[in-house]
């Protein structure tokens, strides 16, 4: 095999690894209250900004980042919960991609007027080294984040099926009213949700920064990508967001290679579609009752 | 009934304008308009533009105006869309502006130029895609405060092809007007490039095309787009898999904020800009008052046009009794040799005020110019 292919792949399930790290923030809370959250990628945009605070300007170790990133977006979970999908849930589809499409847009603006409208550079924690292995180039920032997925999809399994808490949120994703009436402090579940999905995604950003950049623009695309991971995985299915997030990395690389970047989000979209006409279920599709 | 009350509230309505029109006129006061991007992904470029037009309404007002009259300043933002920036012109047109600073995207400036012709203002942009001053287009409403981009690419294909020379070349450009234009002008001018590749808006891995340009083993690569953060992502990228390649860059890494993005990837890199800060005392005491008045503004070659712009519009509005369009715009046409922080200024029948970029390499962080035409 040529040597470019394996390059190729190496990048394609690079770029994957992030569609699938965004899109379990989706995932998750898809299969607990059922929504889906449009500003998903603009976590990432922030989480980039967040990091790039406490890294470059406060000067802490990246492992703190990391853990300030969790708590500051845990807390802004809170927020986004009472300010965004408390006053709206009982809504429809509709309700919600309006609600969260509104609040991606203020999370924009608000970080454009608290760090301005420049792009920044944050390298941690490899400052933009590369490995040649056997001639093929490795970016250790791309096995740190494919590490981190990983990670999360079995955590996020092991979450949502194995511990009390987890069964609690899925009851209340299948059937909120029943879950109230059996006594499940629904409302708990939701902050709690929101809580864990909006850490994953300031986490996601800080890790995709030294490739990236840390951007405004970064949350949009990415964001539009990791939805179509989402149903290519399997609506709500958390080992189908990995799945689907590579997929939709490696169709990317190798579309714009065979043809050229023009073609690369046509063909990604071709996918989808193609995917909605054959398996709508998805990679992984599961019956409702056992959906994660 | 209800048409004669229709009349009425228009009659009245006339009257309440033509009071303002008057009042205006009695106060002594001068709108310059801002019709740019403050919000959305030209954010960082449009808030240069506003800086540098506000600083030179400030220094101006500070001295007592235009022939005693204050000078106030509307900024409309175009939210970085195309419809935004005609909505942003249209509402800064009724307020009754002398002089207007426009976008400086080339294509945001062809939608507008219609209507720039329509409503006969003076507009000024930075725009330098060359189409944006032809006469067809701007009929003559259009002043460009910057070297068109015909001519800077000319002052850097000349360099590349004497001082670089490469055997072999490749090309990666933006997916757009922009790119294109710079990737024909280089192929015009005989670049034989031996790969070609582009890059959507918003992509932020392009991997995938620059192993290809890889593959072709070229001695020079040639990007090509309009963002810094763009650039800066690209010469990342280009430096993991061609450390020692050098690279041939647009404007948009004429910037300190692609060396900031780019780090020691932007070391060596060759582009052309319209102007260098801090080569001469003058430029050295501007950017300083630049900072002063606002300590967030970017010291950068479209803050420096955007405040030459706004000191030129002024000193024509100043030249003239009344201030009315169609003699400003003359007043403008018949400025030569005027002395900008850019460079100096002399408008021909086009309505380009600058003539020439200089041709710089990034060397210890700095851009270091290689030749000058001016």
Known sequence: MDPIYLQLLVQGLAIGAIYGLVALGFVLIINTVNVVNFAQGEFLMLGGFVGLTFGALLGFPYWAVLVCTVIVFAILGTVFDKVIYQPLRGGDFATHLIGTLAAALIIRNVAQHIWGPEARSYYEPFHQKIFDVGGVLINPQHLLILAMTVLLVAGLYYFLFRTGLGRLMRATAQDRETARLLGVKVKHVGTLTFSMSLAMGGVAGVMVAPLFLVDLNVGFIAGLKAFIATIIGGWGSIPGALAGGLLVGLVEIFATHFFTAAFKDPVAFAVLMLFLIVRPSGIFSERVGDKA | ?374
């Open chain 2, 1 to 374: 009934m209800v048409k004669r009350r229709g009349l009425l509230l228009l009659a009245s309505s006339m009257l309440v304008a033509g009071l303002t029109n008057f009042a205006s006129a009695q106060n002594k006061e001068v709108v310059i308009g801002v019709a740019t991007a403050m919000t959305g992904t030209g954010a960082a470029t449009g808030q240069q533009i506003a800086a540098g037009v506000k600083l030179a309404v400030d220094e101006v007002n500070a001295k007592g105006g235009i022939n005693g009259a204050k000078v106030r300043l509307l900024v409309e933002d175009d939210r970085t869309q195309p419809g935004g920036s005609v909505n942003a012109f249209n509402k800064l047109a009724s307020s009754n502006p002398v002089v207007i600073m426009g976008p400086t995207w080339t294509n945001f400036m062809l939608t507008l130029a219609p209507i720039i012709k329509r409503t006969e203002i003076p507009v000024f942009t930075s725009a330098t895609g060359t189409k944006v001053t032809d006469p067809d287009v701007a009929g003559g409403w259009i002043f460009r405060a910057a070297p068109p981009i015909n001519k800077m690419i000319q002052s850097l294909i000349d360099y590349a092809s004497t001082k670089i020379a490469p055997k072999k070349a490749a090309i990666i450009y933006s997916n757009d007007e922009w790119g294109k234009s710079g990737y024909d002008a280089f192929k015009s001018a005989g670049f034989a490039f031996a790969a070609v590749e582009t890059f959507n808006f918003g992509d932020k891995d392009m991997s995938a095309q620059i192993l290809k340009l890889k593959a072709a083993q070229p001695d020079a690569v040639v990007v090509w787009n309009s963002l810094p953060a763009d650039a800066g992502l690209v010469t990342n990228q280009l430096r993991q898999f061609m450390p020692d390649t050098k690279i041939i860059c647009s404007n948009a890494c004429a910037v300190d904020e692609y060396y900031a993005l780019a780090k020691a990837g932007g070391e060596g890199v060759l582009t052309v800009a319209p102007w260098v800060p801090g080569i001469t005392a003058e430029s050295e005491d501007w950017a300083k008052r630049l900072k002063a008045s606002d300590s967030h503004a970017i010291v950068s070659y479209t803050s420096a046009e955007s405040y030459d712009a706004a000191m030129i519009a002024m000193k024509a509005i100043g030249s003239q009794a009344a201030a009315e369009p169609a003699k400003i715009r003359e007043a403008i046409s018949a400025i030569k040799d005027y002395k900008g922080i850019v460079g100096t200024y002399s408008f021909d029948e086009r309505g380009d005020g600058l003539h020439g970029g200089t041709v710089v390499e990034w060397t210890d962080g700095k851009m270091k110019p290689v030749s000058a035409t001016q």
